[in-house]
């Protein structure tokens, strides 16, 4: 929750930078990605915190808090690299898939050793 405050507020802070009044959403580059960083951010964050807690209830808690950890890291750089750049936020943007596509694999994993092999 406070990663997603801290994106909202760089919006808050683009928009009074870039003079963008809400509901206004195109304008100054710069704000746009922010903006975009900012919404992508939050899009993902449900499928996160669901994957999160299956893998951490089904498999194993400080598997799925290592790799909580890794994917918050790695969404605070893209934000930070798409805020600057669009072309910044490939690295973590693929760094980020993997680790819920690892999250998805440890919900399973857990979900199926748990119902089938009791």
Request: with cysteine; proline share 6%; aromatic share 20%.
């Amino acid at each position: 929750v406070l990663f997603l405050a801290y994106f909202a507020m760089q919006v808050i802070y683009a928009r009074r930078k870039y003079k963008i009044p809400p509901p206004e959403t195109t304008g100054h580059p710069e704000f746009e990605r922010t903006f975009r960083a900012q919404a992508n951010c939050s899009e993902y964050f449900p499928i996160f915190i669901s994957l999160l807690w299956v893998a951490g209830i089904f498999f194993h808690q400080g598997v799925a808090a290592a790799c909580g950890l890794s994917y918050l890291y790695t969404r605070l750089k893209y934000f930070q690299g798409y805020s600057v750049a669009a072309q910044g936020r490939l690295g973590p943007l693929y760094a980020s898939a993997w680790l819920l596509w690892v999250l998805l694999g440890l919900a399973l994993a857990g979900l199926l050793a748990h119902f089938l092999w009791p």
